[in-house]
């Protein structure tokens, strides 16, 4: 046994040593002139045919495919430019936001699709599908470079685990997974269990690649890009009313008012983000150090607030008003603001309100078609499944298929109101999971937010701007929570983010502690 010890130890002994000499001569051969040019030609001659290869199979693919195959060369592109895929990774999952683009794998039975309301079956609108998405394509590509350690650095990062908002999560999926067992309808509890896993996992990553300043900006700019592209598609469908659909994207516009949704799913799921938007690229006008990166986020602010207009959110608007009086109030406390820029903020804020003055007061004061009128139905809907399963709920996702074994007559409402997860994603929870989930999620929201205020204190600039913004655009879409469900997979993506973002302050604080550390 010990010479087969000793055997191996030398085998693999040699063939790290040859896969070391092949290496440097690879290393070596790609420093050729005459083989740089071939490979750069050999690869634009690759993505031309694969993207010819594409075009055939896409014609044969379903169009819930279409988007998805349509980014590979896009993502090979994307790895050519940033020439690091840690950083791909991290650029893909910025993006995704806006980008809105997954495909069903299974699909529920009650799902409201084509088929279903044609034949008569009983269709809900909820989570009905387990659905797959670019941000799970990329999150496996980027846990197989973290766990093997094959990143550019040549180091492999470690697994820090931040109790604070990681437990809370931890506690989230695991109530959402056990309340499968009394729920009606398993796949439906699956379905949303599978959501919080891949979030989770997606928040476990960002929280421990986002270890430097330099990452964040990184990353936050990719965002704030992405945001400005939709926040300007948004503007030109509130011109023209223009809606499209192009390979599993879907671009939306509600008449009679017009109000813009745009690639996001939906007005006020845009005005939700496009809240937090504003919260974010407000405390960046301040964060980034150079003045072509402060003009940015001021164009980003400044086209995220007119395509905030654009959905008529009031809940949204509301937000937004919230989140910016926080971050001037404590950010001039705090002394990281000035009292000049803010003055300016505010007066251009007025000049956008007296140029859609109008719409802006038709909205607050106008018929809203029984919007407000419907979502106190609901929540009366809501209140009478919670009544009868106060303590565990109904399970997980399975509130809009049972919501019509509740119906009374003070209720009023038929149809949507029956058929659909309520509108305030506190009675949805309350209603699923109970109240042990109810105190759960809330200690989900109050956790990151509890950090973001820890940080807003830090000596550190930067570092309490960044909580500031992170911190008011989480609770921008806490107080939408109390209109909307929450369900989708962009609003849910927002709020995750967020938290992500808020977790990783205790990377940067720690980067920033040691280089005050060094300097002293």
């Not at 299974?106 to 044609?118: F, V």
Request: some cysteine.
């Amino acid at each position: 046994m010990l010479h087969d010890d000793n055997w191996l130890s030398r085998h693999f002994t040699t063939m790290g040593m040859v896969w070391r000499l092949l290496v440097r001569q690879y290393r070596r051969w790609i420093q050729v002139p005459w083989v740089q040019k071939t490979v750069e030609y050999g690869v634009a001659a690759l993505v031309g045919i694969l993207m010819g290869v594409l075009l055939v199979v896409a014609r044969a693919s379903s169009t819930t495919m279409l988007g998805l195959v349509f980014l590979i060369p896009i993502g090979v592109t994307a790895v050519m430019l940033i020439n690091d895929l840690e950083r791909t990774v991290l650029a893909a999952i910025a993006i995704s936001v806006p980008l809105n683009l997954d495909f069903s794998v299974i699909i529920s039975p009650h799902a409201r699709n084509t088929y279903n309301l044609l034949h008569g079956h009983h269709t809900i609108v909820a989570l009905t599908e387990l659905r797959v998405s670019l941000v799970t394509f990329m999150l496996i590509v980027g846990y197989a470079i973290w766990l093997t350690g094959t990143t550019r650095s040549g180091k492999k990062k470690l697994i820090h685990l931040f109790g604070g908002t990681s437990v809370p999560i931890l506690a989230l999926f695991l109530i959402t997974t056990l309340s499968a067992m009394w729920a009606t309808d398993r796949q439906l509890s699956y379905f949303r269990a599978e959501q919080v896993f891949e979030l989770a996992v997606m928040y476990l990553y960002l929280a421990n690649h986002l270890t430097t300043f330099d990452e964040m900006m990184f990353f936050i700019q990719v965002f704030m890009g992405a945001m400005l592209a939709e926040s300007l598609l948004m503007i030109w469908q509130w011109l023209t009313g223009a809606e499209f659909w192009i390979v599993g994207i879907e671009a939306i516009v509600y008449s009679d008012p017009r109000r813009v949704g745009g690639t996001l799913g939906g007005p006020n799921i845009a005005g939700g983000l496009l809240a937090a938007y504003a919260a974010i690229t407000s405390a960046m006008i301040w964060v980034f150090p150079k003045a072509h990166q402060k003009l940015f986020a001021l164009v980003c602010f400044v086209a995220g607030s007119i395509a905030l207009l654009s959905t008529a959110s009031r809940s949204s608007w509301a937000g937004t008003v919230l989140a910016l009086a926080v971050f001037s109030t404590v950010g001039l406390l705090r002394g990281w603001v000035s009292m000049e820029m803010v003055g300016l903020l505010v007066i251009g804020a007025m000049i956008i309100g007296a140029i859609f003055y109008p719409m802006i007061h038709e909205r607050l004061t106008g018929d809203d078609n029984g919007s407000a009128e419907s979502r106190e139905k609901m929540a009366k809907l809501a209140w009478n499944m919670i009544q009868a399963n106060f303590w565990f709920g109904v399970g997980a996702n399975n509130y809009a298929l049972l919501a019509r074994d509740y119906y009374t007559s003070d209720v009023g409402y038929l149809g949507y109101v029956i058929d659909s997860s309520v509108h305030n994603r506190y009675l949805l929870i309350w209603a699923e999971t109970g109240l042990f989930g109810l105190m759960i999620y809330l200690s989900f929201l109050i956790s990151p937010l509890l950090t973001a205020a820890r940080y807003v204190l830090s000596v550190h600039r930067e570092v309490s701007l960044l909580a500031l913004g992170f911190g008011g655009g989480l609770m921008a879409l806490t107080l939408q929570m109390f209109v909307e469900h929450f369900d989708t997979r962009p609003s849910a993506l927002m709020v995750w983010l967020l938290i992500s973002l808020i977790a990783s302050l205790r990377n940067l604080e720690d980067e920033a502690q040691r280089e005050s550390g060094a300097v002293a």
